[in-house]
């Protein structure tokens, strides 16, 4: 896919590759990247050669946030609702079947943190930092932050960080569970490779069914989740035991 202003994306082999591409502002979330981020999204959903994905931005940020240039320019909000219902990139990125890595380095905040937590897989290089600032503009978060976030750090961590609207730095993010590890400056890209192509390398099937497992059973009780672990495995090639 090409001919994009605000996202860049390849495929090296079975795993896919997305870069936020506005580096001058940050690689701030506006409509455009919105609009062809769900494109993306849907591409990688529909191929069946794609085995994981990796998201990272360009220059010194993942993303900034969103574009707060565009106040003032959005559509009024029946229209904002209609468009979401159509391009929801957040139900988009749940609905991705294989692993999805953020490559986490510099600002993450706001929207940026909430796409990465949308991810499955997140690395952080050492300057990144994290921060979640709606409630200091009186709005809250509308990419699920809410309801994400406390599902990595809980219940009080959440508050914490979306009422004190503080900046958290990566080792403080390993931590609390937003990123599952932190790995050197110039490192990051690297790892972030090594992680997809070895998951890439897996059976696909094993591993998308992984994915829903965990996904599906967070919210359902044990027994139900275990019913749904249990009807997932049928469904895959039975493996002798070691």
């Known amino acids: 896919m090409t001919g994009f ?5 390849r495929k090296a082999g079975a795993v896919a590759y997305v870069s936020l591409n506005r580096p ?7 409509l455009e990247m919105r609009d062809e981020l769900y494109q ?3 591409a990688i959903t529909d191929d069946p050669d794609v085995g994981a994905a990796v998201l990272r931005g360009e220059g010194r940020a993942f993303c900034a946030g969103a574009d707060l240039t565009e106040f003032g320019t959005a559509p009024s909000p029946v229209i904002a609702r209609q468009v979401r ?6 139900q988009a990125f749940l609905e991705v079947p294989v692993p999805m890595i953020a490559a986490v380095q510099g600002y993450c905040v706001g929207s940026g943190l909430e796409m990465a937590l949308l991810c499955d ?3 952080a290089s050492e300057d990144a930092v994290f921060a979640m600032p709606e409630a200091g503009l009186g709005m809250i978060p509308a990419a699920g932050g809410t309801q994400t976030i406390p599902r990595h750090t809980g219940p009080a961590g959440a508050m914490d960080l979306l009422l004190t609207r ?4 990566a080792p403080e993010a390993l931590e609390l569970g937003l990123v ?3 790995v050197p400056v110039g490192r990051l890209d690297h790892e972030a490779r090594t992680l997809a192509e070895g998951l890439a390398s897996a059976p696909r099937e ?3 069914f992984v994915k829903e497992a965990v996904r599906r059973g967070a919210d359902l009780p044990l027994t139900d989740a275990l019913e749904l672990e249990a009807r997932l495995a049928a469904g895959t090639m039975a493996v002798p035991e070691a």
């Open 85 to 90: 219902r159509e391009r929801d990139v957040w």
């Open 40 to 42: 993306v999204l849907l």
């Open 180 to 182: 599952g590890r932190v």
């Open 206 to 208: 094993a591993v998308v």
């Open 121 to 123: 897989l997140r690395i």
């Open 5 to 9: 202003a605000t996202i860049e994306y």
């Open 166 to 169: 503080r900046r958290v730095a």
């Open 24 to 30: 001058r502002s940050l690689n701030a979330y506006n």
